[in-house]
T-cell receptor, first 118, second 114 residues
Framework: EPEVTQTPSHQVTQMGQEVILRCVPI?????FYWYRQILGQKVEFLVS????????KSEIFDDQFSVERPDGSNFTLKIRSTKLEDSAMYFC????????????????FGSGTQLSVL | AQSVTQLGSHVSVSEGALVLLRCNYS??????LFWYVQYPNQGLQLLLK??????LVKGINGFEAEFKKSETSFHLTKPSAHMSDAAEYFC????????????FGKGTRLHILP
């Protein structure tokens, strides 16, 4: 089965540093997402992206966050100045169509990047 | 706003026993409901989902879930647990097809005892 790949699997950074988390969605997918999971808490929606622009974002996704699809294959999440509370597992996901909720559609998740901010 | 509550952060069952993972949801409109599984060092994988139609939904690996509107529940079951079922299970909801986001529960870690 095709898969979403994320790199790196673990990222350690100092508070205040910029980090870029990378994702390669499934090749024919058009809708891309970032979610995160702080240890012991829920998986939380961050942002969705379609047609080279953000289609929806959560309250978590403030000005410190940005997303980009720099070429035809990568989808990145940038945190400009990391804070301790940004430490979490970050999941990238993609789907083929607009809605992930149609009967035969599903969201494909990557295995995540564990970000540790020191 | 929609939300899900998963009862029990850890559940242990013996191999061969019934698996029951509980999920209750809150939604102002008919919901779309999901169960995802996360095996160690892997991403979230869709087990099954309910959108419309039959309330008993069958998924992969022998799991099924039943949508009960009167109880606002979507519990996940499997008749006979296997060691390979040990993983974290997430219930999730979305109630707006215009909405991109899925709201997840906190997850339940399923332990299988030999």
């Amino acid at each position: 089965e095709p898969e979403v790949t994320q790199t790196p699997s673990h990222q350690v950074t100092q508070m205040g540093q910029e980090v870029i988390l990378r994702c390669v969605p499934i090749s024919n997918h058009l809708y891309f997402y970032w979610y995160r999971q702080i240890l012991g808490q829920k998986v939380e929606f961050l942002v969705s992206f379609y047609n080279n622009e953000i289609s929806e974002k959560s309250e978590i996704f403030d000005d410190q966050f940005s997303v980009e699809r720099p070429d035809g294959s990568n989808f990145t999440l940038k945190i400009r100045s990391t804070k301790l509370e940004d430490s979490a597992m970050y999941f990238c996901a993609s789907s083929e169509t607009r809605t992930a909720f149609a009967t035969n559609e599903k969201l494909f998740f990557g295995s995540g990047t564990q970000l540790s901010v020191l | 706003a929609q939300s899900v509550t998963q009862l029990g952060s850890h559940v242990s069952v013996s191999e061969g026993a019934l698996v029951l993972l509980r999920c209750n949801y809150s939604s102002s409109v008919p919901p779309y409901l999901f169960w995802y599984v996360q095996y160690p060092n892997q991403g979230l994988q869709l087990l099954l989902k309910y959108t419309t139609g039959a309330t008993l939904v069958k998924g992969i690996n022998g799991f099924e879930a039943e949508f009960k509107k009167s109880e606002t529940s979507f519990h996940l079951t499997k008749p006979s647990a296997h060691m390979s079922d040990a993983a974290e299970y997430f219930c999730a909801v979305s109630d707006d097809i215009r909405d991109d986001k899925i709201i997840f529960g906190k997850g339940t870690r399923l332990h299988i005892l030999p």
